[in-house]
């Protein structure tokens, strides 16, 4: 069996992001032992009820005491009080990351509170849901998904190197640039979208013409997929978009322009040029879907009903056997194709026979 090459993980903050980390990382025994806090009470005594760690500390510091590995798991805006809360109890020796959409601001705010014998390497996976808390940990929500790290100037090769084997170990394809090019590119691809979401069921719900009956009831897949994005955590969003302002400024900018130039379209009845754009649009479309980042099956190939936690298991079982992220990604995506959700309907017992998160040696909590 391979050496774990982390002997502890601390994790701070046990949401979405948190847990998952944690089953992720106990089912691939990619660490000897993983320990877990959480600001909130309620949290960390879900969290010890769920089994999502070996361990829920009542403190950060004693989450960080004897760990080679943290991983900061809580909003932006406050990644630089956290950092400063355990940099004093933090080992020579030890990495810390972090999962936050914003690399620059969080980079700046933790750097300061890193000392001298530990390095800093923030990390970002691209995956999540709308959904929060520990409830929401999701085993495999990294598998076949990008995690991008950017690390800090003093952070050695060897580090590096550590922390991108614990993201490939959780199945997720690994790329490493700066974090100025980081924010550009999520700002676009991640951040404006979020609020352009944010803005149009807003828009939607002030609307007195329409009732909110008729909203529900008559939902389209657009707007549908929109609430969804809109129902994401309000905090964490909201700390994103302030801490990476300048670069969702400049991309709304431009976005803004291109809105103009397709509302002359529309009222100058230009048919040409809306075509021209809806078909550039349909092939980037297709771009993300050959790339491995999405299926092209009905409903976006997301799972619904009782079986979609006995699908997923399987399609994660399908990736083990593939030996890159690419094959990886092809893997998964044959799964789908080859009709899993057919082939599994009536193996029922695969749902509700046991939880997807991984056998635990009995919980405790630090006190």
């Known amino acids: 069996m391979k050496k774990p090459r982390f002997k502890r993980l601390a994790i701070i903050g046990l949401g979405l992001m948190g847990a998952s980390i944690a089953l992720g990382a106990r089912q691939n025994k990619l660490v000897g032992e993983v320990v877990g806090f959480d600001g909130s009470a309620d949290v960390r005594k879900r969290a010890a009820k769920l089994d999502v760690v070996d361990t829920v500390c009542k403190t950060a510091r004693q989450a ?17 009080a956290v950092a400063k809360a355990i940099a004093g109890d933090l080992e020579k020796g030890a990495i810390v990351s972090d999962v936050g959409s914003v690399k620059t601001r969080v980079n700046e705010e933790i750097g300061p509170h890193i000392p001298e014998g530990v390095a800093l390497v923030p990390g ?6 709308e959904q929060s808390g520990p409830e929401a940990g999701c085993l495999g929500l990294f598998e076949g998904r990008w995690c991008i790290l950017t690390p800090a100037d003093k952070a050695g090769d060897e580090d590096v190197a550590r922390v991108a084997e614990f993201w490939r ?3 997720s394809g690994v790329e490493i640039m700066s974090p100025e090019h980081h924010d550009l590119v999520l700002a676009i691809t991640s951040h404006v979208p979020h609020l ?3 803005n149009i069921v807003g828009t939607v719900a002030d609307l007195e013409t329409v009732t909110q009956s008729e909203v529900i009831k008559y939902s389209a897949g657009g707007f549908r997929d929109f609430t969804r ?28 322009e291109d809105l103009a130039a397709l509302q002359r379209d529309i009222r100058w009845d230009d048919g040409e040029s809306l075509l021209e754009l809806f078909t550039r649009t ?24 009782a079986f979609s936690e006995a699908i997923r298991r399987e399609m994660v079982e399908a990736s083990k056997t593939a030996e890159s992220f690419e094959r990886l990604r092809d893997a998964v995506g044959d799964a789908v194709k080859q009709g899993i959700i057919e082939a599994r309907e009536k193996a029922s017992e695969l749902v509700g026979a046991g939880s997807h ?8 909590e630090v006190s």
């Not at 970002?124 to 849901?129: L, M």
């Open 64 to 80: 960080v005491k004897g760990s080679d590995f943290i991983i900061l798991c809580v909003p932006v805006g406050v990644m630089g």
């Open 357 to 364: 998160r991984t056998p635990n040696k009995k919980k405790n």
């Open 169 to 171: 170990g959780l199945g």
């Open 229 to 256: 994005i809109a129902a994401s955590d309000p905090t964490m969003w909201r700390d994103i978009f302030l801490a990476n302002k300048n670069a969702v400024l400049e991309m709304l900018g431009r976005f803004s």
């Open 124 to 129: 970002h996976p691209i995956a999540g849901t």
């Open 282 to 305: 349909r092939e980037i479309r297709r771009g993300i879907i050959d790339a491995g980042q999405d299926e092209d099956v009905p409903d976006f190939g997301r799972f619904h009903g």
């Open 196 to 198: 352009i979401a944010y």
